[in-house]
C-alpha cells in the first residue's frame, strides 16, 4: 500500500500560481503513474492531470490545459502540480492517487478514470479569491 501525502494548498487570490506537492512513502516501489484529481463543494470528482512513471508522458484535463504541469521526481517519491492563472472555479481539495496499473503509462480512458486510481491522499484545500 503506497501512502500519499498531499500539501501545499491554501488561499490565493486569482491570477496567482501555486504548486502542489504530493509526497509517497510506503510501498512506492511499483512502476505507476500517478495523477491529480480535484473535488468542489457540491461536485463530483474530477480529474486535473496526470504523469507516467518515467515522467515522459502527461495527460490533462481540458479546463487546466495550458494552466496546470504535472511533474514527478523518483528520487524523492514526489509529484508536483503546478498551476498557473488560478481562476475562482480552481477552488476545489486537491487530491493524488496512484494509478492501479504496472508498467507506468496508462491507456486512453485511463488516463483520466478515478476508478482506475488507488491508494489516494487526504487531499488539500485550494481557495482562489477574486
Known amino acids: 500500500q503506497v501512502h500519499l501525502v498531499e500539501s501545499g494548498g491554501g488561499l490565493v487570490q486569482a491570477g496567482d500560481s501555486l504548486t502542489l506537492s504530493c509526497a509517497a512513502s510506503g510501498r512506492t516501489t511499483g512502476r505507476h503513474a500517478m495523477g491529480w484529481f480535484r473535488q468542489a463543494p457540491g461536485k463530483e470528482r474530477e480529474f486535473v492531470g496526470a504523469i507516467s512513471w518515467r515522467g515522459d508522458a502527461t495527460y490533462y484535463a481540458d479546463s487546466v490545459k495550458g494552466r496546470a504541469t504535472v511533474s514527478r521526481d523518483n528520487a524523492k517519491n514526489t509529484m508536483y502540480l503546478q498551476m498557473n492563472s488560478l481562476i475562482l472555479e480552481d477552488t476545489a481539495v486537491y487530491y493524488c492517487?496512484?494509478?492501479?496499473?504496472?508498467?507506468?503509462?496508462?491507456?486512453?480512458?485511463?488516463?483520466?478514470?478515478?476508478?482506475?486510481?488507488?491508494?489516494w491522499g487526504q487531499g488539500t484545500q485550494v481557495t482562489v479569491s477574486s
Open positions: 492517487a496512484s494509478h492501479f496499473a504496472p508498467g507506468g503509462t496508462p491507456y486512453g480512458s485511463s488516463w483520466y478514470s478515478p476508478a482506475d486510481y488507488t491508494s
